[in-house]
């Protein structure tokens, strides 16, 4: 009995034109970041945090301190609108303030210099309330003249140091 024969195998043909492809090579040397690399981004992360908390801080400061400006701005425009309303006390407002009770139905029977120390005393309330500290001062001073006119000064302290606003108010008496 014959046996079959198993199929001859063959080679395969190489192409002599055939080169295999050979991978890239990567430079020996090290690979990723080093630990200096990594201390020297740290750094200049950590100074850029704090650059931007310091100008978050003096925004802050400078918000507050607009604020307090305005305030002392609004108050002495409310001064001015009181010595304008009553033009015929021409000379009270840079008098000494008191409480007249002049409010309400009790304004009728006030005078116009009554009035005057009456608006000072409760300007100067509002001043020590609305400034933040009730470190205000606000002083209104009569210059003779004509028209008349008024020198109205507030001020206060922030961080700082000593704040003034001052305007010039003419006040015709007609």
Not at 36 to 65: K, N, Q, R, T, Y
Request: with cysteine; glycine share 10%; proline share 6%.
């Amino acid at each position: 009995m014959c046996s079959p024969q198993a199929p001859a195998r063959r080679k395969p043909q190489v192409n002599s034109s055939f080169q295999p492809r050979r991978m890239p090579q990567r430079p020996a040397g090290p690979r990723g970041f080093t630990l200096i690399e990594m201390l020297v981004a740290l750094v200049v992360l950590a100074v850029g945090m704090l650059g931007v908390a310091s100008l978050f801080g003096i925004s802050l400061h400078s918000g507050s301190s607009a604020i307090t400006r305005m305030q002392a701005v609004n108050l002495a425009a409310d001064i001015a609108d009181r010595i304008r309303a009553n033009r015929r006390a021409a000379g009270a407002y840079g008098g000494a303030a008191a409480n007249n009770h002049c409010t309400g139905a009790a304004a009728v029977s006030c005078s116009e210099a009554q009035m005057a120390a009456d608006d000072l005393y409760w300007w100067q309330r509002q001043l020590s309330r609305a400034i933040v500290g009730g470190t205000a001062t606000g002083t209104v001073i009569f210059v003779n003249g004509t028209p008349p006119t008024y020198t109205i000064t507030v001020g206060w302290t922030e961080k700082t140091g000593p704040q003034q606003y001052q305007m010039q108010v003419q006040v015709p008496t007609s």
